[in-house]
């Protein structure tokens, strides 16, 4: 039996290894795969990884790709049905705004540079921001996976208990 995920989880060359390991664990526990497109500013074996996965590695569903092309090739059908969405601190728009659905794809940047300007400006109109004060540069990134996981699977009305 295919694996169907409620979610594609992406990360753009993510680079803190406990971040990663902190959102795979969100991952298991909502039903989503995690994608992680290269470089990667750490190795997949990496202590940190794990130990911020704790146990629950095993069970997550995850791929690494070579790049934005390979993952858009191999996630074609849902981006040209824009169920893409993008998390960025410059959207516009709230991320309460968006109307998730099952097999969306959730992608975000790495920790120090965010998504590249090239996607941004290609899918501007699926962007999405978390609402945070102006003293706050950004959140964490696995703070903002999981709220972002949580108000998709809210919205999709899966049972994930």
């Not at 090739?73 to 893409?84: D, G, V």
């Amino acid at each position: 039996m295919k694996y169907e995920p409620l979610l594609h989880v992406v990360l753009y060359q993510p680079e803190i290894p406990p971040n990663t390991g902190n959102i795979g664990r969100s991952c298991v526990a909502v039903g989503a795969k995690l994608w992680l497109i290269k470089p990667l500013g750490f190795q997949v074996n990496e202590k940190q990884l794990r130990r911020a996965g704790l146990d629950y590695w095993p069970h997550l569903e995850w791929q690494v790709v070579e790049s934005w092309d390979d993952l858009a090739a191999q996630l074609a059908e849902p981006i040209a049905r824009h169920r893409l969405w993008l998390f960025t601190k410059t959207a516009a728009r709230l991320y309460t705004s968006a109307a998730f659905e099952k097999g969306d794809i959730l992608l975000f940047g790495s920790e120090s540079a965010g998504l590249p300007h090239e996607l941004l400006a290609r899918y501007s109109e699926q962007a999405l921001r978390l609402p945070m004060r102006p003293q706050v540069r950004s959140l964490n990134l696995s703070a903002t996976a999981a709220v972002a996981m949580y108000e998709a699977v809210r919205q999709i009305g899966a049972s994930i208990s």
